[in-house]
């Protein structure tokens, strides 16, 4: 999926879409994100030495684990954050890098999703997280 197609599933828009590309291979979803060096989230994070923010990385993981929903927010229900457990930064992402995530839903219980996530850079694992997330009505 490109960019236009990952929007016909998420909300996001502008700069607070964070996914460039997307493959459900079975339960598991891999998107990719290419950190240009211009991003609103990089300015003063930190000058001379940008990295994405860990929250930032949460958020591509979190927007890649919801292309596997795509039938459950047809309607046009959003995917809300309700938490973050485990979360690991094991090397930082920078200008330049492709950021890849590999997500699975790990357990649902409407309107409850839990997922895992993984981001990797050039196969360098950056971050890992269990996350979970609502699915709820406008």
């Not at 459900?24 to 240009?36: F, Q, T």
């Not at 300015?43 to 030495?49: A, K």
């Not at 860990?54 to 890649?64: F, N, P, R």
Request: some cysteine; aromatic content about 10%.
């Amino acid at each position: 999926m490109d960019r236009n197609e990952i929007m016909e599933i998420l909300p996001h828009r502008g700069n607070m879409l964070l996914i460039d590309e997307s493959v459900m291979d079975g339960d598991i979803a891999r998107g990719k994100y290419h950190v240009r060096g211009d991003e609103w989230f990089l300015d003063g994070h930190f000058p001379g030495n940008p990295v994405v923010p860990g929250v930032v990385l949460c958020e591509i993981l979190a927007q890649s684990a919801c292309v596997l929903l795509k039938d459950v927010m047809a309607d046009g229900r959003l995917p809300m954050y309700t938490g973050l457990d485990k979360v690991r930064f094991k090397s930082p992402v920078r200008p330049g890098d492709t950021f890849e995530t590999e997500c699975r839903i790990t357990r649902a219980k409407e309107p409850f999703y839990f997922a895992e996530g993984k981001g990797f850079v050039e196969g360098k694992l950056c971050v890992k997280a269990e996350f979970s997330f609502a699915v709820v009505g406008e």
